[in-house]
């Protein structure tokens, strides 16, 4: 399988011999400076019940 024909001007090529920028904005300039917090997934004792889920081995 092949990747699809990427514009050279807006995709240059990756040189795996340069160094990582320690500043991520260079990669993504777009990225606001702090991310949100990553939402809070529930716990199983959350929801009051069994709603389902993986059971306990018999």
Do not use: C, K, N
């Not at 990427?6 to 040189?15: A, F, G, K, S, V």
């Amino acid at each position: 399988m092949t990747g699809p024909d990427l514009d050279p001007e807006q995709y240059p090529p990756i040189d795996p011999r340069e160094p990582v920028p320690d500043d991520a904005s260079e990669l993504l300039p777009d990225t606001p400076d702090e991310l949100p917090q990553a939402p809070v997934e529930p716990m199983p004792d959350d929801g009051g019940g069994d709603d389902g889920g993986v059971r306990e081995p018999a």
